[in-house]
Nanobody, 112 residues
Framework: QVQLVESGGGLVQPGGSLRLSCAAS????????MGWYRQAPGKQRELVAAITSSGTTNYGDSVKGRFTISRDNAKNTVYLQMNSLKPEDTAVYYC??????WGQGTQVTVSS
Protein backbone atom coordinates (compact mmCIF):
# COMPACT_ATOMS: atom_id res chain seq x y z
CA GLN A 1 0.00 0.00 0.00
CA VAL A 2 1.39 3.36 -1.02
CA GLN A 3 2.35 5.91 1.59
CA LEU A 4 2.65 9.59 0.65
CA VAL A 5 4.28 12.14 2.94
CA GLU A 6 4.12 15.84 2.11
CA SER A 7 6.46 18.50 3.45
CA GLY A 8 7.47 22.08 2.77
CA GLY A 9 4.35 24.00 3.70
CA GLY A 10 4.36 27.08 5.88
CA LEU A 11 3.61 30.78 6.14
CA VAL A 12 4.81 33.03 3.34
CA GLN A 13 4.14 36.62 2.34
CA PRO A 14 2.29 37.45 -0.87
CA GLY A 15 4.68 37.29 -3.80
CA GLY A 16 6.86 34.74 -2.06
CA SER A 17 7.76 31.18 -2.96
CA LEU A 18 7.56 27.72 -1.44
CA ARG A 19 8.52 24.26 -2.63
CA LEU A 20 6.43 21.31 -1.55
CA SER A 21 7.75 17.76 -1.61
CA CYS A 22 5.90 14.45 -1.55
CA ALA A 23 7.85 11.30 -0.81
CA ALA A 24 6.22 8.03 -1.89
CA SER A 25 6.84 4.51 -0.67
CA UNK A 26 5.16 1.17 -1.18
CA UNK A 27 4.60 1.48 -4.92
CA UNK A 28 6.52 1.43 -8.17
CA UNK A 29 6.67 5.21 -8.19
CA UNK A 30 7.94 5.70 -11.73
CA UNK A 31 4.90 4.11 -13.40
CA UNK A 32 2.30 6.29 -11.69
CA UNK A 33 0.98 9.70 -12.52
CA MET A 34 1.17 12.03 -9.54
CA GLY A 35 -0.89 15.04 -8.60
CA TRP A 36 -1.10 17.93 -6.20
CA TYR A 37 -4.51 19.04 -4.98
CA ARG A 38 -5.55 21.70 -2.51
CA GLN A 39 -8.51 22.40 -0.31
CA ALA A 40 -9.31 25.75 1.24
CA PRO A 41 -11.76 26.12 4.13
CA GLY A 42 -15.34 25.79 2.91
CA LYS A 43 -14.28 24.84 -0.60
CA GLN A 44 -14.01 21.61 -2.56
CA ARG A 45 -10.68 19.94 -3.15
CA GLU A 46 -9.28 21.03 -6.51
CA LEU A 47 -6.51 19.91 -8.82
CA VAL A 48 -3.45 22.14 -8.72
CA ALA A 49 -1.07 20.22 -10.97
CA ALA A 50 -0.41 16.74 -12.29
CA ILE A 51 2.45 14.93 -13.95
CA THR A 52 2.33 11.66 -15.87
CA SER A 53 4.88 8.87 -15.66
CA SER A 54 6.51 10.25 -18.82
CA GLY A 55 6.66 13.80 -17.47
CA THR A 56 3.72 15.44 -19.20
CA THR A 57 2.24 18.13 -16.97
CA ASN A 58 -1.02 19.97 -16.61
CA TYR A 59 -2.12 22.74 -14.28
CA GLY A 60 -5.21 24.31 -12.84
CA ASP A 61 -6.05 27.60 -14.51
CA SER A 62 -5.46 29.61 -11.35
CA VAL A 63 -1.82 28.49 -11.00
CA LYS A 64 -0.63 28.36 -14.61
CA GLY A 65 2.59 30.29 -15.06
CA ARG A 66 3.24 30.44 -11.30
CA PHE A 67 3.51 26.80 -10.17
CA THR A 68 5.69 24.02 -11.55
CA ILE A 69 5.31 20.30 -10.86
CA SER A 70 8.25 17.96 -11.30
CA ARG A 71 9.31 14.49 -10.25
CA ASP A 72 12.49 12.65 -9.36
CA ASN A 73 11.93 8.94 -9.92
CA ALA A 74 15.27 8.07 -8.33
CA LYS A 75 14.06 9.64 -5.09
CA ASN A 76 10.40 8.56 -5.40
CA THR A 77 9.49 12.20 -4.90
CA VAL A 78 7.24 14.72 -6.61
CA TYR A 79 7.67 18.46 -6.11
CA LEU A 80 5.54 21.54 -6.45
CA GLN A 81 7.43 24.81 -6.88
CA MET A 82 5.10 27.68 -6.07
CA ASN A 83 6.09 31.21 -7.04
CA SER A 84 4.29 34.54 -6.91
CA LEU A 85 2.05 33.22 -4.18
CA LYS A 86 -1.26 34.95 -3.51
CA PRO A 87 -3.52 34.94 -0.44
CA GLU A 88 -6.02 32.87 -2.42
CA ASP A 89 -3.41 30.08 -2.66
CA THR A 90 -3.90 29.50 1.07
CA ALA A 91 -5.05 25.90 1.54
CA VAL A 92 -4.04 22.45 2.65
CA TYR A 93 -2.08 20.87 -0.18
CA TYR A 94 -2.35 17.12 -0.77
CA CYS A 95 -0.29 14.71 -2.80
CA UNK A 96 -2.13 12.06 -4.80
CA UNK A 97 -1.26 8.84 -6.61
CA UNK A 98 -4.61 7.75 -7.93
CA UNK A 99 -7.94 6.78 -6.33
CA UNK A 100 -7.71 6.60 -2.56
CA UNK A 101 -3.98 7.28 -2.38
CA TRP A 102 -3.59 10.57 -0.51
CA GLY A 103 -1.03 12.10 1.76
CA GLN A 104 -1.90 13.74 5.06
CA GLY A 105 -1.60 17.24 3.62
CA THR A 106 0.59 20.24 4.32
CA GLN A 107 -0.71 23.71 5.18
CA VAL A 108 0.25 26.66 2.99
CA THR A 109 -0.69 30.10 4.28
CA VAL A 110 -0.07 33.22 2.23
CA SER A 111 -0.48 36.32 4.33
CA SER A 112 1.27 39.55 5.23
Amino acid sequence: QVQLVESGGGLVQPGGSLRLSCAASGSIFRIFAMGWYRQAPGKQRELVAAITSSGTTNYGDSVKGRFTISRDNAKNTVYLQMNSLKPEDTAVYYCNQGPGAWGQGTQVTVSS
